[in-house]
C-alpha cells in the first residue's frame, strides 16, 4: 500500500534530475535507488510474478536514464516514473499474451505461479493467492485502476495524472474491474 509520508520531496528530485542532465551520474542512481522498490511493487502486482516484474524494473530504468533529459517538470517526478511504470507494465502484459497466444509450448510450464508472498503480514494467504490469480484474469486496464485504488490508495484523480485517462473513463473501469473480481472470487 502507499504510505503517503513516503512519497519522495518532489524539490529533491528535481534537484536529482536537473544535476543528472547536468552530467552526474550518481544522481541518477539516487533516483533509482528511492524508486526502485515502488516500480518493482507496482509492476509485480500487474504481471503477477517476480521475474516479469525483474524485467519491468529494467525496462523502466533505461527508459528514465534515456528521457530523463526530456523531463519537463510539470508533474512531479513521481507521477513521470509511475506513468512510464504503467505504460511498461501494460505493454509487457500485452507482448506476453501476444507471446503465449503464438506458442507452441505448454503454458502451464512456462509461467510462474504469483505466489502470496507479495503482501507481508496477511493471515490469510489463500485468499491472497485467490486475489492475485483473479487480477491476472483481468484486462490490463481495469487491472491497473483497481491496483492504484486498492493496494496504492491513489485517488482518480491522481491516476488520471499518471495514466492521462479521464476520471470517468477511470471509474467505469474500476466498476468493471470491482464486478468482475467479485463475480470470480465467487466461483472460485
Known amino acids: ?36 522498490d515502488k516500480i518493482y511493487w507496482h509492476a509485480r502486482k500487474m504481471t503477477g510474478n517476480h521475474l516479469d516484474a ?27 516514473i509511475y506513468r512510464i511504470t504503467a505504460t511498461r507494465s501494460i505493454n509487457f502484459i500485452r507482448r506476453k499474451n501476444i507471446r503465449q497466444f503464438f506458442s ?21 494467504k489463500e485468499k491472497l493467492k485467490k486475489l492475485d490469480s483473479v487480477l491476472q484474469k483481468l484486462p490490463a486496464k481495469q487491472r491497473e485502476v483497481f491496483i492504484m485504488r486498492n493496494f496504492e490508495e491513489l485517488s482518480y484523480e491522481e491516476i488520471s ?14 466498476f468493471h474491474a470491482a464486478r468482475k473480481i467479485y463475480e470470480l472470487m465467487e466461483n472460485e
Open 1 to 36: 500500500m502507499l504510505n503517503r509520508d513516503k512519497i519522495p520531496d518532489a524539490n529533491n528530485d528535481f534537484e536529482l534530475a536537473k544535476s543528472f542532465v547536468r552530467g552526474d551520474e550518481s544522481s541518477f542512481n539516487k533516483i533509482a535507488l528511492k524508486y526502485q
Open 104 to 124: 507452441l509450448e505448454d503454458k502451464e510450464s512456462s509461467s510462474l505461479a504469483a505466489g502470496s508472498d507479495i503482501v507481508k503480514n496477511i493471515e490469510d
Open 54 to 80: 525483474d524485467e519491468i524494473v529494467q525496462e523502466v530504468l533505461l527508459v528514465m536514464y534515456n528521457k530523463l533529459k526530456d523531463f519537463r517538470f510539470k508533474s512531479s517526478l513521481y507521477t513521470w
Open 161 to 174: 495524472e499518471i495514466t492521462g485517462r479521464s476520471v470517468g473513463g477511470l471509474k467505469s473501469n474500476y
